[in-house]
């Protein structure tokens, strides 16, 4: 049973903070097949459409009859462990510095037999195993070996917890807690045991439901933060940005508009002011602390959420405005996920379909939500997930464009939402 | 008028004869911005970025670009701001005849029924009462109502809101029906957030003083400071809006004259 992770000292303050350093991060274009789906919180495989075979490591061709039609299909992960090792000694910095490091073999049910890093609680071989592909710190696709059942904290495990974004005994900022999903993300991390909830909140003379209730939370901290102000921004991340562990971006501007149907630019320039530029503005005044801080002890910092929409993907010409805001958004994600990578601290982009608010009236349910949002929201800190697509909507939506993005848009020109 | 005249006013503000009160607020990102049903088009709230600052985006020099609505801040209303005045002439900031950014200015005190009532309206009778002290209100002059709300330096007092919306001063339909056809004044000048009450979208007509001033060509001033440095009568107010082309109105500068020494 892993021993359950007990709330930090205080750092010491004369010790030098460890730089971040990452496992070695180096894949073919073949092999990160495997991060796309990990990053998605999946585990997959090749398979042989021809020979039906199910390989490990990937290649370019079938291991067993050098077919390249092989295509990426989801794995169970069950199997056996087969044997177990002990690293005692690295090389690689990131592991000399975490030794010892257990791994192991396990056969999978499915076929091949992988290398993986052994969970604290897995038993001695021979045992069943269920096999996970985790993003490391290099947010590069690695196996991680878990019991076949639930073991007591299992998420503290010390190796697990070098893969995930646990907000347990973190220092968390959502950045804007006046929305229904800020209200509800705030709740839902300070359930999953967060040391502290900033929680930026503009305009204080606008009062808003719900807002009076988060001041009950123990751990929230009421912060004047205004994303479309650089000077609130700059401030408010001088005052508290080096004890940032998880910042949850939650702003958002949304409005209901095409082209056609709103007058001007005011409107669009509003939403890529909250959801475009004020990215920017977090990322340029909060990024640089916590990059120094990837290896803080055990409560370092560790990620960055940001609350994107599955209308980044493709336009939804009814909300056509926001979904142009929010597909720059998520571009403008990818570089901050680029320059936070040797850091280790993980950028983790959450694109819901329609929320359940006053902004989406008058769409037809299946709505998610503010409070299933904020669960895949702190499921995917604590899985290691970097793309969440949560609901019924997203999900759908994500299918239909992984398989054929013209199609999509077609489809949402035509108004099949 | 000789040149004589003007020598002796720019010798007069030297020798502090004339004191000059600022009774604008400071441009500043925390400033609160009008409220609008959030479906509505939004006056911007003032926003400021750096361009340089002695760095490599500009070695020597420090400067800004900033961003602010025509109504953001210590701010001027030109007639074309409201439907009622929308097809006047000379309607915008770009077109106000300037020789009307200078005026006479008359303050009317309501600081103590505001503090007790942060609805209040200011009536004819108020008016006329304040009249019998301090004489008739002369024509072509601005009235300026004091509330000394803009000592409400916490933007939540200043905005005041609760589930029903604003709940700031300003004066009745009949009290702005007076002043334009019975005392031809230039405009109106408040302390808060618009000329109009924080509730005066359920008067009759909603936002009076905008509709009866603008429609009669004149002019509104708001979130002036300050107010409680000028007397009653006998001051002077300066306040030329910028020059925007068909500007409906203006964040400004507004100096107030006011004899001394």
Known sequence: MTAPLLRPKRKNPVLRTRLPTLPPAIRSRVALGLTAAAARGSFELQVCRDCATVQY???????????DRLDWRVQNGAGELISETLLRHSQELFFRERVPWRLGMVRLDCGPTVIAYLHGDCPAAPARMRIRACLDRAGQAVLVALPEKETPNMADDRQLREMTCDPKFRKVLVTDGKTAAGQAVVEAVAAAGADLIWVGHAEPWKKLPGFDRLKAIPQVALLPLDVTNSRSVKEIAGEIGGRVDILINTADHHRNFGIASRHGVETARAEMET????????????????RARGADGQSSAVAWVNLLSIFALSNFPPHGT??????????????????????????????????????????LPPKLAPAALAAAIVKALQDGI?????????????????DNPKALERELAAGAG | MSAETLLQLVNAFAAGRIRVVDLTQTLSPDFPQIVLPPEMGQCWPFRIEEVSRYDERGPAWYWNNFSCGEHTGTHFDAPIHWISGKDLPNNSTDTIPVENFIAAACVIDCSQESAADPDFLLTVDFIRDWEKRHGPIPRRSWVLMRTDWSKRTDPI??????????HTPGPDADAVKFLVNDRDVLGFGSEAIGT?????????????????????GRYGLQ???????????????????????????????VLGLVPGG
Not at chain 1, 275 to 290: I, S, W
């Open chain 2, 223 to 253: 979130c002036l400071a300050n107010l409680d440095l000028l007397p009653p009568t006998g001051s002077v107010i300066i306040c030329p809006p910028l020059k925007i082309k068909q500007g409906s109105g203006s964040p400004l500068r």
């Open chain 1, 57 to 67: 490591p990937p290649r370019e061709a079938c291991c067993a009859c050098l077919s």
């Open chain 1, 386 to 402: 970097e793309d969440v697509y949560p609901g019924d909507v997203a999900q759908e939506w994500l299918a239909r464009w992984r």
């Open chain 1, 322 to 363: 926001y979904s142009a805001s929010k597909a720059a958004a998520l571009s403008l994600a990818q570089c901050l996920r680029a320059e936070m990578r040797a850091s280790g601290v993980r950028v983790v982009n959450v694109f819901p379909g329609p929320i359940d608010d006053e902004w989406n009236q008058q769409l």
């Open chain 1, 275 to 290: 959801n475009y530029l004020a990215l920017l503005r977090l990322a340029q005044e909060f990024a640089p602390a916590m």
């Open chain 2, 157 to 166: 007092a200043f905005q005041n809101f609760d589930e029903t919306g604003q």
């Open chain 2, 196 to 216: 109009d009450a924080g509730q005066a979208y359920h008067l009759r007509p909603p936002y009076p003083c905008h509709y009866y001033m603008h429609g009669a």
